[in-house]
């Protein structure tokens, strides 16, 4: 494929025109990462698409001459004193400073917008009919309504094959043989909203729950899921297609980070 360098400006303005980062979260850090570079023109024929910024994504862009990183999560989270005390992390901003590589972040705006992956294709592999509308709790939950019934578990097996995760967990109060037509998602670590907004007897579906959380969901009487944080993998399918559609000259590659952590079994 004949590839044709571009601004990176040009490729950040046109994810924010689709991911606006007014819709991030007052708590969030989306958008452009290294702060060194937020003013140089840089050209750039590729983009390496991941859910976080590790040292074989730093890199794999290296080795490809992509001079663009899009992550889901910030890189650069906390005040940047906080993030320099991570000598690793140090590492790698300084060689991506060295070798000229922004690093571009789309997180809770990517939540928050009708055009993520979730809504605009995910679903409609599982369920026949359903809508969706965000939550009145907050922007990066949404409630999910079927057109008919189904068993909690078999939306919960739906939702492991969808999302390919290995082994969901789900509270001890859960009848798995219970029928609903509605439940909450919310991708990432997002059971916080149950205790925010004093939720009782729904279904909730998120990547990871803290323990104080799953005593909560249990004392009110709330079925919930941990799918695993590895749920969100599916940005990375998602943005690098984005990307291709866009700018059909630019190769845009995912790099799939494999889960952190195993299980053991037996």
């Known amino acids: 494929?004949?590839?044709?360098?571009?601004?990176?400006?040009?490729?950040?303005?046109?994810?924010?025109?689709?991911?606006p980062i007014s819709l991030a979260s007052d708590w969030d850090k989306p958008g452009k990462q290294i702060q060194e570079l937020d003013n140089?023109?840089?050209?750039?024929?590729?983009?390496?698409?991941?859910l976080?910024?590790?040292?074989?994504?730093?890199?794999?862009?290296?080795?490809?001459?992509?001079?663009?990183?899009?992550?889901?999560?910030?890189?650069?989270?906390?005040?940047w004193e906080i993030e320099m005390s991570n000598v690793t992390k140090k590492s790698l901003y300084e060689k991506m400073i060295e070798h000229k590589i922004q690093v571009y972040s789309i997180h809770t705006n990517y939540d928050a917008s009708e055009n993520r992956f979730f809504i605009r294709e995910g679903l409609a592999q599982i369920f026949?009919?359903?809508?969706?509308?965000?939550?009145?709790?907050?922007?990066?939950?949404?409630?999910?309504?079927?057109?008919?019934?189904?068993?909690?578990?078999?939306?919960?097996?739906l939702l492991k094959s969808l999302f390919k995760t290995s082994n969901p967990q789900f509270s001890s109060n859960t009848d798995l043989?219970?029928?609903?037509?509605s439940f909450y998602f919310c991708s990432g670590s997002g059971a916080d909203v149950l205790i925010e907004s004093n939720l009782k007897d729904i279904m909730f579906v998120t990547g990871e729950i803290k323990w104080?959380?799953?005593?909560?969901?249990?004392?009110?009487?709330?079925?919930?899921?941990?799918?695993?944080?590895?749920?969100?993998?599916?940005?990375?399918?998602?943005?690098?297609?984005l990307?291709?559609?866009?700018?059909?000259?630019?190769n845009a590659y995912k790099f799939n980070i494999n889960n952190m952590y195993e299980q053991l079994k037996g």
Request: glycine share 2%.
């Open 40 to 50: 140089e023109i840089i050209l750039t024929d590729s983009v390496v698409v991941c």
């Open 52 to 79: 976080d910024v590790t040292a074989k994504v730093v890199q794999f862009a290296i080795n490809h001459n992509s001079n663009l990183i899009v992550s889901r999560h910030p890189f650069m989270f906390n005040e």
């Open 212 to 241: 104080n959380q799953w005593i909560y969901i249990n004392e009110n009487n709330i079925s919930a899921v941990a799918l695993g944080h590895y749920m969100e993998n599916t940005f990375v399918k998602y943005i690098a297609n």
């Open 1 to 19: 494929m004949n590839s044709k360098k571009i601004n990176n400006h040009e490729l950040i303005k046109k994810l924010e025109s689709i991911f």
């Open 243 to 250: 990307i291709k559609e866009n700018f059909v000259n630019i």
């Open 128 to 157: 026949e009919n359903f809508k969706v509308k965000t939550s009145k709790f907050n922007s990066e939950t949404l409630e999910i309504k079927l057109d008919s019934e189904l068993k909690k578990g078999e939306i919960i097996r």
């Open 177 to 181: 043989n219970e029928k609903i037509n």
